[in-house]
C-alpha cells in the first residue's frame, strides 16, 4: 500500500491551496483517513481527520473554519482545501490512512508536500 500526495506549494499569505492524498495497492477497509503538518523545529500534529464514512470530521483549532477535510472513497482519496493561509501554516503535510481488517488494522503515511505560506 503507498500514500501519493500532492498539491503543496508555494502561496501568499491570505491564499488558498488544496492538496489530495491517494491510496494505492492491495488495501482493504479503509477506516479514517487525516492530515497531519510538520513545522521546522515542531513536533507533527494532527490537522484534520475524516471518518470512514465522511460525515464526521475533526479539525485542530488553529484551522478550524479555514481549512476543510473531504474524502472520495470510490477514489481512495482525501483531500484537504485550505483557504485563509497563514505563515503559521508553513510545514510539511502528511495524509494517513487507517486501514486493515481486525488485527491487521494498521496506519499507513504518505511521503509529505511542502507547504510554505509567505507574509
Known amino acids: 500500500v503507498q500514500l501519493q500526495a500532492s498539491g503543496g506549494g508555494l502561496v501568499q499569505a491570505g491564499g488558498s491551496l488544496g492538496l489530495s492524498c491517494t491510496a494505492s495497492?492491495?488495501?482493504?477497509?479503509?477506516?479514517?483517513m487525516a492530515w497531519y503538518r510538520q513545522a521546522p523545529g515542531k513536533q507533527r500534529e494532527l490537522v484534520a481527520s475524516i471518518a470512514a464514512s465522511g460525515t464526521t470530521t475533526n479539525y485542530h483549532d488553529s484551522v478550524r473554519g479555514r481549512f476543510t477535510i473531504s474524502r472520495d472513497n470510490t477514489k481512495n482519496t482525501v483531500y484537504l482545501q485550505m483557504a485563509s493561509l497563514k505563515a503559521e501554516d508553513t510545514g510539511v503535510y502528511y495524509c494517513k490512512m487507517n486501514a486493515g481488517w481486525s488485527a491487521l488494522r494498521r496506519d499507513y503515511w504518505g511521503q509529505g508536500t511542502q507547504v510554505t505560506v509567505s507574509s
Open positions: 495497492g492491495r488495501i482493504v477497509g479503509i477506516n479514517s
